[in-house]
């Protein structure tokens, strides 16, 4: 498998990196996307849970993904997994993390650019803006924000972006890693050698984030890079399960049981030492890879093939259906969700 962690982009060193396109421009970008099919498809299986927790009234957490079956897409944009913990009072929390995930993928999978980290990028910030806004105009919601922790596997790699203190792991090889960095008070004193680890954990600061969706009228996510490989487990999760439960205790069970299994048993291991917080775990495992014209066919599903379509773009006519004929692709991706 090769290796195809790219140079991260920086846009912010060029303002005019993530500029809107003329119309003329974003339409030969869509007919290049439609001609580029995946060299090869991970085969995921997961599962998701999330919990209110022992002690608080509402669940503030959210879990969202999208996962396409459009060759074009699945090339150009992969699919996407997310966790998200809400901050704010008065219902606020709920509403920002519901309505960030939200935003995100529809406006991630819409962007124009072929660049993945442009639309990464382009998609927080816009939801950032409706969170920002929003809570402006709101007095009862000042201060509402959201943490974001979101894994993209596309071909054989995996996008991760980072805010707040939710977290990505990686399992692999029998060792855990976690991919991500807390942006949270403790954390960076702990990193820059000012706070011990065991100080950390009994500091009452250890709550205080210094980085979320919706707080400022800008963010910057942190991104990372990383190979996807078969047998590889991912787990987001949010800091209602890694306040109660270590690293090696998610490593243990994440690799002994399947991603439905595995997210329940974290859920109860939080609960039972306390749950003071809501609780949301996300467990993505790489089963395997195939060249995408390899992908094997499904039992009874035609040419739709582990949940993807072969050969087509258009998943409403098929290569295979009853009248034999294939549409051509549709140029963007807009009408994906209804505009």
Known sequence: MSDLNPPCTDTQEDPEATARFHRDELVRGWREYEQRMPRVVPLLKYAAKTDMGQLRENNEDKFDYYEPEVPAILAARGSLFAVADGVGGALAGQIASELMLKTLITAYYDHPSPDLEIALRDAIAEANDRIYTLAQMIP???????????????????????????????????????????HSWVEEQVRAGLLSRAEAEMSPFRNVITRSIGAAPAVQPDLFTETCCPGDIWVLCTDGLTGHVEESEILQVASRHA??????????????????????????????????????????????????VRDTGDPVTRAGSDNGAQSSPRSGWRWLFGR
Do not use: H, K, W
């Open 140 to 182: 009862e919601r000042n201060g509402m924000g959201t943490t974001l922790t979101a894994a993209i596997f596309v071909e054989d790699r995996v996008v991760v972006a980072q805010l707040g203190d939710s977290r990505a792991y990686l399992i692999r090889g029998g060792a855990i890693r976690q991919i991500t960095q807390d």
């Open 259 to 308: 991603p439905s299994e595995a997210a329940r048993q974290l859920i109860e291991l939080a609960n039972g030492r306390g749950g003071r917080d809501n609780i949301t775990v996300f467990v993505i495992a790489v089963r395997d890879f195939y060249a995408y014209a390899e992908t094997p066919a499904v039992p009874g599903a035609g040419t739709e093939t582990a949940g993807y």
